[in-house]
């Protein structure tokens, strides 16, 4: 699998940097979060990592870069709203995040760290809306200790208990990406808008490949 080969190549550097750049830098649609440390936990039980190593490290990058999210958050603030779409920023996302917050109160910050949209914009959110930080910093060091702790434990513990299990290996990182984006699909087929605007998209498409006629 070129992820496995990937993080071998990347070491525990390259992985807690994927980790801390999904929240810190606004590039979480870019980086396979779920996948990845669910490989690299696998791989810790295969003797390529150390899980102790690898999990203290993961925890500390979640952690450092939903804080770097926040005080982006707070000294941006509401302007980020009015923020032209870039490849790396769109608004839709953030409005999705904000009706993920709203929803969830200050326990958004933990839930989102299972939902990758979520889990890039939801501590820019709490810093955009003035969370009391000593309050976000708690439910933050939850939401990393369960996700970039207990996912990589999974694939640890899976990896030393079932033999064989890397023959098993993709389609299990296929479930794991599929769970992981399951919520931004439900959503888009539950929002009458973006249905629509995907009905158009592919529409055009269509017509541009085999005309109108």
């Given amino acids: 699998m070129g992820l496995v080969e990937v993080i071998i190549g990347f070491g525990y550097v390259g ?6 750049a ?36 993961c925890a500390i990058a979640a952690v450092v870069g939903d804080g770097v999210g926040y005080a982006f958050g707070a000294r941006v603030g509401p302007r980020i709203f009015t923020r032209e ?17 709203e929803r969830y109160g200050p326990k958004a910050i933990v839930f989102a760290r299972f ?7 939801v501590p820019i959110l709490a810093g955009v809306g003035a969370m009391r930080y000593a309050r976000f910093l708690a ?12 996912v990589p434990l999974i694939g640890y513990s899976l990896g030393r208990s079932i033999p064989g299990i890397d023959q098993y290996l993709f389609p299990i990182v296929l479930l794991i990406i599929l769970l992981s984006v399951s919520p931004g699909i439900i959503h888009v087929l539950r929002n009458r808008e973006d249905r629509a605007r995907i009905i158009a998209i592919v529409r055009s498409t269509a017509v541009r490949i085999f005309g109108r006629g």
Avoid: M
């Fill in 85 to 101: 779409d870039s490849i790396l920023f769109h608004r839709d996302h953030l409005d999705r995040a904000r009706r993920f917050s």
């Fill in 115 to 121: 939902v990758p949209f979520a889990r890039t914009f």
């Fill in 139 to 150: 439910y933050n060091v939850i939401g990393a200790c369960l996700w970039a702790i207990g």
């Fill in 22 to 57: 999904e929240t810190g830098l606004l590039v979480g649609f870019f980086l396979p979060g779920d996948s990845l440390l669910f490989t690299a936990g696998f791989l810790a039980s295969q003797g390529i990592f150390r899980i102790t190593v690898l999990i203290a490290l």
């Fill in 15 to 20: 992985i807690a940097a994927a980790v801390f």
